[in-house]
């Protein structure tokens, strides 16, 4: 028997046995003896009837005993064993289920367990191979899974070849172009990287190609864009392509200043925390991936903190990077009343009541923890990263980069038992009770994720075009192949694919 399902149109759905497909005749062929319709039909209707008759008694003789071969010694008996056969099925099933020790392997396919069940002649035995068959049939689909949730992990955060292409022509250009080298910004314009009454956004990531479209798509829908002062900070790899692009592509009226993480000339007890900080997330980092490797995951929450986990960017210090492209004039930003807070963000609260589900506390921390249980609110809201406002002044009176490191060690003693992988949930941790919230209409995000019904893709699609901003979070980066098609056209509009550097490269449209 072969089972054809359409699968371009799932519209129709053909079984044919191998005979017939053999059999191929013309429709106006008659061979052997003319047959009238009014015997045709009455043929019919016997056999249907004869059919029918024959599957009733199959089943209802097969209930008489638990071998095969007690079929053939009922079937002309018509018992009604039905009751003794459900007895018997359930008790050899539950056995079968009970019986931890599969021994036996499963079968490769139904139609071998067709056979198995044709050549076995106990019916205990036949539960045996069946049970071990749906188990082998369930590893395999959560091997499949767990290969699809690695291969998604590896695509998002490896580099693709055209980006790659436009880093080394950009670090070309700067050996061979004297203004690739020219300073940023200008001798002229250095004074505004401090003067406080401008608007300074800062930029921390080691892609060119976002931190050009993040540029851009801010300048070109400010009001007032001879008031924004771009600090894009990268590390020392990529400072070199990031330094050219900016310097032989000017801003209008923007001022934009390049620094690597090498020349930043930090205090000591500064650079002590930051490498106290690094060590810890490679500790983090080598525990999920030693545990990674030796445990048999199931495709499941805790896998996919595993791969969290174990992301490029858990490593840098830049991996509190959120890149973003302002859709609409940000320069209200600066003049929102924080109430004495240190930090104004967005809250992933989209209905009444300051809801937020998936994005509570109890979804990011270990509320099983006595200690985490103690301390904070499990079913308080999460705010988000996308859409940060700072005031600098209230950060530098508080405690939170001190308390930032108090819980990260907290927590590497305690087994890394606190909080789900991650940036965010430590970053909750050391600003609680310094967030005030914001108009969640500021920011749309989830964009980067694949496995999103169509009713939340048409609700974000709908919402972006009365957000300042949309977050790329997820996998699916738009500047990647499995960027999803449906929002790609928001970040195209912003990339400039008549430079000559982007054309060679081949830069995904």
Same mark, same amino acid.
């Given at each position: 028997?072969?089972?054809?399902?359409?699968?371009?149109?799932?519209?129709?759905?053909?079984?044919?046995?191998?005979? &017939? +497909?053999?059999?191929?005749?013309?429709?106006?062929?008659?061979?052997?003896?003319?047959?009238?319709?009014?015997?045709?039909?009455?043929?019919?209707?016997?056999?249907?009837?004869?059919?029918?008759?024959? &599957?009733?008694? $199959?089943?209802?003789?097969?209930?008489?005993?638990?071998?095969?071969?007690? $079929?053939?010694?009922?079937?002309?008996?018509?018992?009604?064993?039905?009751?003794?056969?459900?007895?018997?099925?359930?008790?050899?099933?539950?056995?079968?289920?009970?019986?931890?020790?599969?021994?036996?392997?499963?079968?490769?396919?139904?139609? =071998?367990?067709?056979?198995?069940?044709?050549?076995?002649?106990?019916?205990?035995?036949?539960?045996?191979?069946?049970?071990?068959?749906?188990?082998?049939?369930?590893? =395999?689909?959560?091997?499949?899974?767990?290969?699809?949730?690695?291969?998604?992990?590896? +695509?998002?955060?490896? @580099?693709?070849?055209?980006?790659?292409?436009?880093?080394?022509?950009?670090? =070309?250009?700067?050996?061979?172009?004297?203004?690739?080298?020219?300073?940023?910004?200008?001798?002229?314009?250095?004074?505004?990287?401090?003067?406080?009454?401008?608007?300074?956004?800062?930029?921390?990531?080691?892609?060119?190609?976002?931190?050009?479209?993040? $540029?851009?798509?801010?300048?070109?829908?400010? &009001?007032?864009?001879?008031?924004?002062?771009?600090?894009?900070?990268?590390?020392?790899?990529?400072?070199?392509?990031?330094?050219?692009?900016?310097?032989?592509?000017?801003?209008?009226?923007? @001022? $934009? =200043?390049?620094?690597?993480?090498?020349?930043?000339?930090?205090?000591?007890?500064?650079?002590?925390?930051?490498?106290?900080?690094?060590?810890?997330?490679?500790?983090?980092?080598?525990?999920?991936?030693?545990?990674?490797?030796?445990?048999?995951?199931?495709?499941?929450?805790?896998?996919?903190?595993?791969?969290?986990?174990?992301?490029?960017?858990?490593?840098?210090?830049?991996?509190?990077?959120?890149?973003?492209?302002?859709?609409?004039?940000?320069?209200?930003?600066?003049?929102?009343?924080?109430?004495?807070?240190?930090?104004?963000?967005?809250?992933?609260?989209?209905?009444?009541?300051?809801?937020?589900?998936?994005?509570?506390?109890?979804?990011?921390?270990?509320?099983?923890?006595?200690?985490?249980?103690?301390?904070?609110?499990?079913?308080?809201?999460?705010?988000?990263?996308?859409?940060?406002?700072?005031?600098?002044? +209230?950060?530098?009176?508080?405690?939170?980069?001190?308390?930032?490191?108090?819980?990260?060690?907290?927590?590497?003693?305690?087994?890394?038992?606190?909080?789900?992988?991650?940036?965010?949930?430590?970053?909750?941790?050391?600003?609680? %009770?310094? @967030?005030?919230?914001?108009?969640?209409?500021?920011?749309?995000?989830?964009?980067?994720?694949?496995?999103?019904?169509?009713?939340?893709?048409?609700?974000?699609?709908?919402?972006?075009?009365?957000?300042?901003?949309?977050?790329?979070? %997820?996998?699916?980066?738009?500047?990647?192949?499995?960027?999803?098609?449906?929002?790609?056209?928001?970040?195209?509009?912003?990339?400039?694919?008549?430079?000559?550097?982007?054309?060679?490269?081949?830069?995904?449209?």
């Amino acid at each position: 028997m072969k089972f054809y399902v359409s699968a371009k149109e799932k519209k129709r759905v053909v079984a044919a046995s191998k005979s &017939a +497909a053999k059999t191929t005749a013309p429709a106006d062929t008659v061979t052997g003896r003319r047959i009238s319709n009014r015997t045709v039909v009455a043929l019919g209707i016997v056999l249907l009837i004869g059919f029918v008759r024959v &599957a009733v008694l $199959v089943v209802e003789s097969s209930a008489a005993c638990s071998t095969l071969d007690c $079929v053939g010694s009922t079937f002309f008996g018509g018992a009604d064993a039905n009751l003794k056969l459900r007895e018997e099925l359930t008790r050899a099933l539950i056995e079968a289920n009970d019986d931890n020790n599969a021994n036996e392997g499963g079968t490769m396919s139904f139609n =071998e367990l067709i056979k198995v069940l044709a050549s076995k002649q106990d019916l205990k035995a036949f539960a045996f191979k069946t049970k071990a068959t749906l188990s082998q049939m369930e590893r =395999e689909v959560q091997s499949a899974r767990k290969k699809e949730s690695l291969n998604w992990h590896i +695509a998002s955060h490896g @580099v693709p070849k055209g980006l790659h292409c436009l880093c080394l022509k950009l670090a =070309e250009e700067y050996v061979v172009n004297a203004m690739a080298r020219s300073r940023l910004p200008s001798p002229l314009h250095v004074s505004r990287l401090v003067d406080p009454t401008l608007h300074h956004i800062v930029l921390l990531t080691d892609n060119v190609l976002a931190a050009s479209v993040v $540029v851009a798509s801010t300048v070109e829908n400010s &009001a007032n864009p001879g008031r924004l002062v771009f600090h894009v900070v990268t590390d020392k790899k990529t400072y070199t392509p990031m330094h050219t692009w900016f310097a032989i592509n000017s801003i209008n009226s923007a @001022v $934009v =200043e390049v620094r690597g993480l090498h020349h930043c000339d930090w205090s000591k007890e500064v650079n002590d925390g930051v490498i106290e900080m690094l060590e810890t997330n490679d500790l983090i980092w080598k525990h999920y991936y030693n545990n990674y490797k030796e445990k048999e995951l199931e495709h499941d929450e805790e896998d996919n903190r595993y791969l969290e986990a174990l992301k490029p960017s858990s490593l840098s210090l830049l991996n509190h990077l959120r890149l973003y492209i302002p859709q609409k004039d940000i320069s209200f930003l600066w003049e929102l009343d924080l109430n004495g807070k240190v930090s104004g963000s967005v809250f992933k609260s989209w209905c009444e009541n300051s809801c937020c589900p998936g994005n509570k506390y109890v979804n990011l921390l270990n509320f099983s923890h006595p200690i985490i249980s103690s301390n904070f609110d499990s079913d308080k809201c999460a705010w988000l990263f996308g859409v940060n406002i700072f005031d600098l002044e +209230a950060w530098r009176r508080s405690d939170i980069t001190k308390n930032y490191h108090y819980w990260l060690k907290l927590n590497v003693k305690s087994g890394l038992t606190f909080w789900n992988p991650g940036v965010l949930a430590p970053a909750l941790i050391a600003f609680e %009770g310094e @967030v005030q919230p914001i108009d969640s209409l500021w920011l749309v995000t989830d964009l980067g994720y694949q496995h999103r019904s169509e009713e939340e893709t048409s609700n974000s699609l709908e919402r972006v075009e009365g957000a300042a901003v949309v977050h790329f979070n %997820g996998p699916a980066k738009p500047w990647l192949e499995i960027g999803l098609p449906e929002v790609r056209t928001l970040w195209n509009r912003y990339v400039n694919f008549s430079h000559k550097f982007i054309r060679k490269c081949s830069i995904i449209e």
